[in-house]
């Protein structure tokens, strides 16, 4: 078992993989941690707020299992990670840290350096980094990343004669460096490890951004921000006291509010409005709002439907267990076949929106689509997961099937 020196979020699950965090004490009435039931760490004493444990996977393994520290202050605390035979992914927090001053590219590489740093991590030992898709985060890895490289490339005329003449050159000039200045050059390059797009931030774009851009001027975009600003409406209402008990009282329950930071919200506000479509206009007549006509309930119908496969397939990306890099291309093409089959629908609203959203969808993803070598993991990944293998791979690619 290995141990790595790290700064924890204190909300830890108690059925984490990781034995000890950080915690602090706000008051004399606080608990324990959750982390401290026993069954990782044992309190032996915790007295005026400094605590001792022992830890029961180090001790086992006969390692140094005596920790302590102060509960009314942050500080960095060893994490031990319980290491088995199953294939569920432990996940923990690293570290948090203040990001002060302009974010760009240049600082962004020098922080998630020190970080590394920090705790001896080098890009050799980490497979990648996936952050999201913001130009600063792009060009920082663009500009000081190390890309993986799953084989080792050997070229034939590598192995050249050790009786190969060498040519000199006459303005070739020699410096001499002492190694004081090699170490030093050495410890300021900034390396970062392989990077990797969020694909949901990027399915998110295309739910958001694009949908919006397609929308622009089309008959569809006068009746999509009609419907859209009674939903509005409603929504706003439900987080107000008295109109809220008013909405609880006619549909039986409360309504979710979209936020911009929730992946799907709109979606999922949205549906839920169109459960109670039969009585949002007697609703609606009761908070003195204007009423939904039959063609905007068309509308937002519609805009379900169109929604709901980007909505699946960044329900299944976002999973916090059970989510692995070899469900990515699986989740795409499917998502690119569910697409396809609403072209087919006699849409009345989002015919022209659905062709669009296809194309940037292949846009976006093109390398994915393409198989192209630069997802080499990503194939590899989806090939070996036991619930996908090949099966994923359409039937126009079947000479992709054989390269595989």
């Known amino acids: 078992m290995e141990s790595y020196l790290l700064k924890l979020d204190k909300n830890l699950p108690n059925n984490s993989n990781v034995g000890d965090h950080t915690v602090e004490k706000e008051n004399e009435n606080s608990t324990l941690p959750a982390i401290l039931d026993g069954k990782y760490f044992i309190v032996i004493n915790n007295d005026d707020g400094k605590i001792k444990a022992e830890c029961v996977m180090c001790k086992s393994n006969g390692k140094k299992s005596i920790i302590s520290g102060s509960l009314r202050a942050t500080t960095n605390v060893k994490v031990h990670m319980k290491v088995d035979n199953s294939l569920t992914r432990g996940s923990c927090v690293l570290d948090a840290r203040r990001f002060k001053g302009t974010h760009s590219y240049d600082r962004i590489a020098e922080i998630l350096f020190d970080i590394f740093s920090d705790y001896g991590l080098k890009h050799e030992q980490l497979v ?34 050790d009786d190969v003449t060498e040519t000199e050159d006459e303005n070739l000039q020699f410096i001499k460096v002492s190694d004081d200045d090699i170490n030093n050059n050495l410890e300021n390059a ?32 006068r009746l999509h921000h009609q419907a859209f600003a009674k939903c509005t409406a409603l929504w706003n209402l439900s987080r107000k006291p008295k109109s809220s008990e008013i909405i609880n009282n006619v549909l039986g329950c409360c309504l979710t509010y979209p936020c911009p930071t929730r992946w799907n919200s709109l979606y999922d506000s949205t549906n839920q409005l169109l459960k109670y479509k039969a009585v949002l206009n007697s609703l609606n007549s009761q908070l003195r709002l204007s009423t939904f006509k039959d063609v905007e309930f068309e509308y937002l119908t519609e805009f379900c439907v169109i929604m709901k496969p980007i909505a699946s397939a960044l329900d299944t990306l976002q999973k916090e267990i059970d989510c692995y890099y070899g469900q990515l291309l699986p989740t795409l093409f499917s998502l690119r076949h569910r697409l396809k089959d609403l072209q087919a629908k006699n849409l009345c609203h989002g015919t022209l929106i659905v062709n669009g959203m296809l194309m940037s969808l292949e846009k976006r993803f093109a390398k994915y689509f393409a198989l192209s070598p630069e997802i080499n993991e990503a194939i590899l990944a989806s090939c070996f997961h036991p619930a996908f293998k090949l099966r994923w791979l359409p039937e126009d690619l079947e000479p992709e099937r054989k390269r595989i």
């Open 190 to 221: 900034i390396m970062l490890p392989n990077h990797l797009r969020c694909s949901s931030h990027t399915l998110n774009l295309l739910a958001t951004t694009d949908f919006r851009n397609l929308i622009i001027g089309t008959a569809a975009s």
């Open 128 to 161: 990648s980094t996936i952050t999201d898709n913001a130009s600063n985060f792009v060009k920082g890895f663009t500009e000081f990343g190390v890309p993986l490289k799953m084989f080792e490339e050997i070229d034939d005329n590598s192995d050249l004669d």
